[in-house]
């Protein structure tokens, strides 16, 4: 399950795996947000396979060349890491870290800092704001050659900062066996989820992410379907304006008004969460779901001949897009040695082959054009994920966004379960939200 967007990051603890530009080992994979098994460092700074450590990794200062990711990327990382390093005659180590964004902005203001990080896109306010990463040089030629979404969720204020690896969104997954055709409408979601249940094939309509507490990921979509409504209003560059709070806009207050109906019918539910959403799916209690590729592993687990299209779209609105996320990687401003670390990102990253590669372990769409034509060729659910947001814009990456998701997805909530009027429960957490922002 996909948590980097429902809450703010967790501190977990964090495992390490070195290894040099001559050494191999491998790490078990799992989803790009969940990291499983690993390795971690002993007193003395050997790998020890299997061990996981609680204490936050630290840069070795022996080593030319460090790189922060999670245990997923590194299996991938650690093969270009050894030929990097055999090429340019250093060393290169690579950290395992469960808490990317802390554990990185904690080592770097002692200078025990990595020169790398890899990690998501909506970090990039917090990390310019707390002056921790540094602009990278990326030729107009080689940005050019990504897809336009994910490249510009790299920059900030008008400066790109990091070079990205992959898009997530989420979309609309069917259970083909009970609904073969994708609906092109929420009103003929609803019409084909009650005939299942009133002939006693299914339970539920639809299974989403919505919790008692809110979802403000999920919920974004019922908001963008209409003329003016989101979060954040946009700058005159296209950025996002942190003094445009619009969850309470006309148009967002039309999409609060379809999560209402959506509530009172029981279509929407606070008591479907990230514990049993894709089990109600997998289970077939209900033939549709909202989610994203976090959920297709255990789908196929459980046998369910599934299909991804795009979010229907909403009457007196349009298509409900979703935000992206993208997945990039960061040089740090007070990296041991900028060069090195400008080279692999500016130069490595943007390869198809270590795009490819990254693919492989994560299975998200590649942001770079050719690495995703050549998955999306013969792989249907890249394809298909693409296409379900490839009208959505990224995740909004200015420091503002940490004071949305509370306020923003519990009023969501609370107008899905009928406590509160989505004029009104808006303009509050709107009002809240800008008092979070003027606090910092």
Known sequence: MHKRAFRTATVL?????????????????STSTTPAGGTSTTASGAATPGAVSTKSPERDATADLVIWSDADRAVALQKYGEQFGKENGVTVKVQITTD???QFKDATKVGKGPDVIVGAHDWLGELVQNSTVAPINLSAETAAKFIP??????????????VPYAVENIGLIRNLDLAPDAPATMDALVAKGEELTKAGKTKYVLSQFVSKT?????????FSAFDGGGIFGLKANGDYDAAQVIVNSAGSVKGGEVLKALGAKKVLSTNIDDTNQDAIFDTKQTAFMISGPWSIANAKK???KYAISQLPTLTGGGAMKPFLGVQMFYVSSKAKNATLAQEFVTNYVPRKDVQLALF?????????QEAYDEVASSNPDIKAWFEAGKDGRPMPNIPAMNSVWGPFGQATADIISGKAEPKARLDAAAKEIAGNIAKG
């Open 13 to 29: 603890g964090a495992t390490a795996l070195f290894f040099t530009a001559c050494s191999s080992s491998t790490t078990p994979s």
């Open 100 to 102: 990317t964004r802390q």
């Open 149 to 162: 979404s994910a490249m510009a969720a790299t920059t900030f204020n008008g400066q790109r900062y990091g």
């Open 214 to 222: 809110g979802n403000a990921y999920f919920a974004y979509p019922y």
């Open 302 to 304: 459980a046998g369910i």
């Open 360 to 368: 492989e372990v994560g299975q998200r769409p590649p942001a770079l």
